[in-house]
């Protein structure tokens, strides 16, 4: 049963039921952490013996993000995704991501869809994926991750929580240059020890270099089962030397590309030799939507694929993220359109015109 379109059934239990009964001082709460919201078993309360629970986890929407709450720059990623003016102040962005097993079709599937073009966080925690189900690993229940949106010059303060069992991780934020806060960058043993389950680790770093960026875990296989998600720092149209060959800019108008197993990455490593051999992926995804064709019996999923919608005449910016994991380059063409490239890697290029683009593991951005 699906009540497509419907994000409030969902979104009214989570909010109503779990934020209010985890946290008296409601009025207190800071609603930018996107909607999902842990609450911390064993924090704070006291067990059968009257002792302190020797495991507390940090809280971090009260204590943690106090002294962040009393800092007038701070504001919601809603407020953050903007349009980029010059001489503007710079905003401090606060995210939540909380890391977590989850699955593709879960219970959630039964009450909502998922927002299908809002990338900067959603209500709804269903996971359809290509309509195959699995488990995998998710940061806020979405699949790609939150979307970070800032512009030049804002500070990002993302707190990643680990609910992973038995995992470790770390996150690193591709792309983006991490001048003065190298430790931040999301290496695990080489700028940090990685995140432990149970704990929460707090990445904060200027958005000091324009483009589309994206970030994703960077421990063991992680990436390819689901964490990864797009960071765009824009810049006022003035800086930006290509600007003039756009009319909009627009967040929802991010292109993530990630290829897809239908099986935990780590099955597939080293690999096997009779079944699914070799690390091919099932399927490929843009924004985490997709369907699939099973070989087999020709069954094809309906899952909702992305829609990006525009108005004919007007010119787009599209931001293409190529987040694979596994070694192929990604094709992408658009039927009956020419793109011209503006920006690859972050920086702006001469513009060109091409009918494809062939990607490997890294970023271009794109208008048509
Ligand atoms: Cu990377």
New binding site residues.
């Given amino acids: 049963m699906f009540a497509v379109g419907d994000q409030s059934t969902s979104a009214s239990w989570w909010q109503e039921d779990r934020i209010n009964s985890a946290l008296p001082d409601n009025s207190d709460f800071f609603s930018s952490t996107h909607g999902v919201f842990q609450t911390h078993p064993g924090g704070g309360k006291k067990n059968s013996l009257g002792a302190r629970n020797a495991f507390k986890h940090l809280d971090y929407r009260t204590s943690a993000t106090a002294e962040l709450k009393r800092n007038p720059l701070l504001s919601t990623p809603e407020q953050c995704a903007r349009a980029c003016r010059e001489g503007e102040p710079p905003k401090i962005c606060y995210y939540h991501f909380t890391l977590e097993m989850y699955t593709v079709l879960g219970a959630a599937c039964q009450v909502c869809t998922p927002n299908a073009t809002n990338t900067v966080w959603s209500t709804c925690q269903c996971i359809l994926a290509d309509g195959v189900e699995k488990g995998i690993l998710s940061a806020n229940r979405m699949l790609p991750g939150p979307s970070i949106q800032v512009c030049e010059g804002d500070k990002v303060v993302v707190d990643v929580e680990n609910h992973m069992e038995a995992m470790e991780v770390t996150i ?1 934020w ?2 983006v240059w991490q001048r003065g806060t190298q430790y931040y960058d999301g290496v695990p043993f080489v700028t940090q020890c990685p995140i432990q389950q149970g704990n929460t680790f707090r990445y904060q770093w200027d958005a000091a270099n324009a483009g589309t960026h ?3 875990a ?1 421990t063991g296989l992680q ?1 390819m089962d689901g964490l990864y998600g797009s960071i765009v720092i824009r810049q006022p149209p003035a800086r930006d030397p290509n600007s003039d060959l756009y009319d909009f800019d627009l967040t929802t108008h991010v292109m993530l590309l990630s290829d897809w197993m239908h099986e935990s990455a780590a099955e597939r490593y080293p690999g096997r030799l009779a079944v699914n051999t070799g690390q091919d992926p099932e399927n490929l995804l843009i924004n985490g939507k997709g369907q699939f064709r099973d070989p087999n019996t020709g069954f094809m999923t309906n899952t909702p694929l992305e829609v990006f919608t525009m108005t004919p005449g007007r010119r787009y910016r599209f931001r293409v993220i190529n ?1 694979f994991a596994s070694v192929c380059p990604a094709q992408l063409t658009i039927e009956g359109h020419d793109l011209i490239l503006i920006a690859t890697d972050g920086e702006p290029v001469h513009p060109v015109t091409v009918n494809t683009i062939i990607s490997f ?1 890294g970023e271009y951005f794109v208008k048509h």
């Fill in positions: 690193h591709h792309g994206f970030w994703h960077h990436k987040s593991s």
